[in-house]
DNA sequence: AAGGGTTTTCGACCGGCGGTCGAAAACTAC
DNA sequence: GTAGTTTTCGACCGCCGGTCGAAAACCCTT
């Protein structure tokens, strides 16, 4: 085993969210920080401690730069270690995908922006200029998310802990890009036994309209089944 | 932005090969280091230049400790960064998936396992006894490699550069660890125009049987066609 | 050269999955 | 009660991939 060098390593997080701008239309937003208003904006990140784990830091970075604490899901992405990817100091950047529910309130918009330090959501399209290569690394992080969401889980991440199928479908459509249809959506999902109906119903006491049953997530947690695979193995 | 400490970081490879045993039936090889006979097996790999990519950091490291240099892909996998994965000194580990084609003469194999400092392929199924976390390591690399196999045209780097169907269905059967059908697998491939027909047959002199028709991969590095995403967009 | 053995290739069948659409159900507002 | 809105259910349909059997093409033996 040859002895490893001590290269500098930082931890990076792009933590997307569904929200709504002003105008209703939800949509993608990732979480983005800065530590003075002279600064471009960047992803949330930092060094990693001695005894701890690379999604500890992260965590640890999303807390204190950002107030951020309730992330459903986090996974590693690529590491970028281009050796002038900083200019002067070499710097490796192991990134991460955090996940926001719809539900958790909007912890970092209560930060005053106009503060030296300050923490935002911005919509993904639509970004400010960006520090180093950090929009690379959420283009990264949006592409995987598209991929996972059509064959995972992973949506548990991102919707409130009970939901109607057309909220769902909402979810899907910001972060896939494109429209959703909930009827298809519900059939797929419930016949791969990603989500489960609660037997109640949601909100009546609306504009009309008949009143949605409301489902939940099976899991909690990513489950990754090995049935969308072609090229299957004989039963 | 936050100082980077300096954390030691080593880069690993898990690189296979479709190999056959004496007994004739191939399967999947794994590339195993060894820096004395009183050493463990490890996974080659080692420290990060100054001016260097993590990717040429794995290139380098398997040509000087294996002998290898025709790795015909090479992609990251997940960072380990448990504190305690290696006793005493922290290290954190990125680390890779390599692929080496069928007809790459065996290089390794021609160094001398008793010396000091040997280099053998090893079955992936009957592996010895290995250094820290690395069994971990080759684990979910062939995960990586069965998942991508079914979706992407990975292939191309197990495959020599002209083969029978036959050929490659066994190659399939190695890496996903079970019996991979020859005709459907054609059908699906050329569907996708993964692999394409080079007109040519093969081996007219054998011990009997129609000769094969021979093909190509289309592409000679990692394509992934977002097509076989559930919930599409509209076209 | 005729026939048996072997390997490849082609076509057909078939279940399942997912994209789409229209009609029925359930509720609010007027 | 009627109109409007939203959700839900069922039906249709094309495509994909797993399977199987028959035909094609070649070698070897007799």
Redesign the interface.
Known sequence: ??????????VLSAVFQVREPVDGRATLHVLLQR?GAAEPW?LP????G??????AAARR?LGTQCGLTRVAHLE?L??F???ERIPGT???A?TYLGLVPRDVPAEPETMDIDSPAAASWFDVDGLPPL?YDHAEVIELARGRL??K???TNLAFALAPSRFAMSELSEI?GAA?????DAT??LR?LSRRGVVVATGTLGRTGRTGGRPPALYTFADDELVVT?E????R??P
């Not at 085993?1 to 930082?10: F, G, H, K, L, N």
């Not at 001695?50 to 999604?55: H, I, K, P, S, V």
């Not at 896939?176 to 959703?180: Q, R, T």
């Open positions: 085993m040859a002895m490893a060098t001590s290269t500098p390593v930082e530590s960047a990140g930092g060094d990693i001695d005894r701890e784990t690379l999604a970075h590693q690529s590491v270690s281009a050796p070499r710097t490796i192991s520090a598209a991929a969401l059509s064959y899907y896939l890009g494109h429209h959703v298809n959506l797929v090995d969308f695979a072609t090229l193995p004989p």
